[in-house]
């Protein structure tokens, strides 16, 4: 074995070491969000300091209102840190239809922002804020609370698609009326994530999706811009200096980088050759001053990010936050993926931001969010909570004074569920057969089958002694007839934490 394999195994092997650290996760995450902001910051102020200069006379103004949304988005990242995934459950449906009635106000004239023929802006005093960038997120959280709790309760395909289905799709309508097809694309993302993560059949699933797909195409083709880019992509020859001159001019900067690239700042491309080199079009500047190998790093980091959300939740216990950490790496990989691929001529060109490096404040600031979220659901791994009980914070943890997770039971989840169903008080369940519908098709009420293993000749329920759960009134049910019917701001959630049940352990 020469010294050269022998190194690289020893460097595999601490590497691997590292990895079966219980804060293993936390660490990666803030890692990649600090590296992916920090290049972006570099690279926008790199690429808008032409046009910057040319507009105002200042190379810095772009520059300086993206690193005020970073360290807008740092607050965010480090109160998603901090809160409670009970607190988290909770909000998300008012969150969720606050965002919905921003996204309906912005289409109002005089209240939202037209830039270039589109609404897509609330300007609040010095700050623009982008609606549809806060949604995804609210969407994220909201549909993962509610789908752990459809299905810690075995609902059916109906009680699964409504009401996240039909609240996805009008989100969706808003923003395509802004118009704004790559966001648009962006939540389809998001709720197919959310259907698959989720338990949806697959049969459907792919019914579903391909019916999105469907959808999308006729979008791309129903305007005149959108139908301009799809012609500029399958015929890119047709008219280079018209609808096809930015990704032309794409592909000319990714060709002059070369492998080592021209060095930082030395772009020609940001010299008003490549429009919104700062924004949609900022991974071809990469490749221009960067080379291959800057291109690489962003891809080698989007790649580790897969991983450790992934990672993150297969570890995590909690149905929520496996369905919450899955959805969110996927819209956030395929958000830079879709970026990724119509820059360097493999998708059409859609509009959609590279997440944490393209110039966009709402996007930088939620992004942020996002990944706080996630690194809230690192430190909830068992591992992870374990360690943090017994005192191993690491200098991270205790810089930042974050509390420590508690630990997620399924039994004590189960019992608080039913003591949240029987605050609500006793009644009869719409179905007036015992049970929900659920329980009837498993063989009547978990209080029917515990009772019915007592008798002599039947088979014993199961190991457990939790209570009966008790009947739910009619306007408790798990119909669709009404928005109380989704219990989304009071959900049936087992709440597994006992300091946030108010309890001592």
Known sequence: MTTATRRADSTATRFGAWLARPLASFH??????????????????????????????????LFVQQAMFAGIGLVLFYLALRIPLRRLRQWSFPVFGLSVLALLLVLLPGIGSEV????????????????????????????AHLLASRRSERATLKELLVPLVPAGLL??????????????????????????????????????????????????LSAGYRSDRMRAFFNPGDDPQGIGYQARQAMYSLAD????????????????????SHNDFIFAIIGEELGFLGCMLVLGLFALFVYTGLRIATRSVDPFLKILIATATTWITSQALINIGYVVGLL?????????VSAGGSSLAITLFMFGIIANAARHEPEAVSALNAGQDGRVSRLLRLPKPEVY?????EQARARSVNRRGPGRPPNGRGGTEGERRRGGSEGERRRGSAQPGRARGRATDLPEPPR?????????????ATRAWEPSYPMPHARERGRSR
Do not use: H
């Open 348 to 356: 059409p060109v859609t509009g959609l931001q590279l997440p944490l």
């Open 257 to 276: 980088g070369g492998i080592w690239g021209r060095g930082l700042g030395q772009s020609r491309a940001k010299w008003s050759y490549l429009p919104n």
């Open 116 to 143: 270039q023929g589109a609404r897509r802006w609330l300007v609040i005093g010095p700050i623009s804020i982008q609606p549809s960038e806060v949604v995804k997120v609210s969407l994220v959280v909201w549909g």
């Open 409 to 413: 039971s399924p039994v004590k989840a």
């Open 171 to 220: 989100v969706c309508l808003l923003v395509v009326l802004q118009p704004n097809l790559s966001t648009t694309i962006a939540l389809g993302i998001v709720l197919m994530a959310l259907l698959w993560f989720g338990g949806l059949p697959a049969r459907l699933f792919v019914t579903i999706a391909a019916s999105g797909v469907v959808a999308a195409v006729v979008l791309a």
């Open 472 to 484: 739910r009134r009619s306007g408790d049910s798990r119909g669709t007839g009404s928005l109380r």
């Open 28 to 61: 990666l995450i803030v890692t990649i969000a600090t590296l992916l902001t920090v290049l972006g910051l570099v690279m926008v102020l790199s690429a808008s300091s032409v046009e910057a200069y040319a507009d105002g006379g200042s190379a810095y103004s």
